[in-house]
């Protein structure tokens, strides 16, 4: 089995999904998230897509941080 082999990922994107709903009250949700966009990018990359998303979606999160 190959981790990055498109099924396999797809598979693997779909219990991280199901484990987040297991464990709402975690705490490591850009752990999780950023897992889950790295198994989706072995179905089909879209990185640069996400990119514009998260930053479009997310900005001041993302200002907070800096």
Known sequence: MRLDDPEVSATRAVICVLQEQLQA???????????????????????????VLIRKHFASCLDAAD
Do not use: G, R
């Not at 490591?28 to 990359?45: C, G, K, R, T």
């Open 25 to 51: 009250e975690s705490d490591d949700f850009l752990d999780s998230a950023s897992f889950f966009l790295q198994i989706i990018n072995n179905v089909e990359p879209h990185q640069d897509q996400q990119e």
